[in-house]
């Protein structure tokens, strides 16, 4: 259940977000400096994966993220016994997959607006879906050094 409602908070904060970038900037006009020197908004129709690979292929992404949401849910189900960290990550991950496939299937591009920067050096821009994306990976990488590490003791 956690999962699932992860996956709906997540896919709802995303697609809420896209909307308003989409509606209040206009592609490809300069950044909107929220921080200086530090962060802006900005408007970005990616038509690939990250950092624009494959772009253009949107049958291949479309495909691909339908095929991992499967094997996510399946592998989560059948093969694990998850704790209540691989149960978070797992519904970030379907979260951020699930925005980002939505966007593919209904504008043929992934609306990124997050613009992370250090001086002249430019992080990618990004969006909700993607960060949800990076925190699961980071956090069931964690949690699995973890629980590797520390063994849960067993009772019998």
């Known amino acids: 259940m956690l999962p699932i409602l992860l996956c709906l908070i997540i896919v709802l904060i995303d697609q809420f977000s896209k909307v308003w970038v989409r509606s209040t900037f206009v592609c490809g006009a300069p950044p909107q400096e929220m921080i200086p020197g530090f962060f802006n908004l900005v408007y970005v129709r990616n038509p690939g994966a990250a950092w624009g690979m494959l772009g253009g292929q949107q049958a291949i992404l479309i495909l691909l993220s339908a095929v ?10 059948r093969v694990l016994n998850p704790t209540l960290d691989h149960r978070i990550a ?13 966007d593919r299937i209904k504008l043929g591009w992934v609306t990124d607006f997050l613009d992370f920067h250090i001086g002249t050096h430019h992080w990618p821009s990004f969006n909700v879906a993607d960060s ?7 956090l069931y990488l964690l949690s699995s050094l973890w629980h590797k590490s520390h063994p849960l003791k067993n009772d019998s």
Request: with cysteine; proline share 0%.
């Open 68 to 77: 991992v949401l499967i094997l996510l849910a399946v592998f989560h189900r």
């Open 132 to 138: 949800a994306i990076c925190v699961a990976v980071g």
């Open 90 to 102: 797992l519904g970030l991950m379907l979260g951020g997959i699930l925005g980002n496939l939505i």
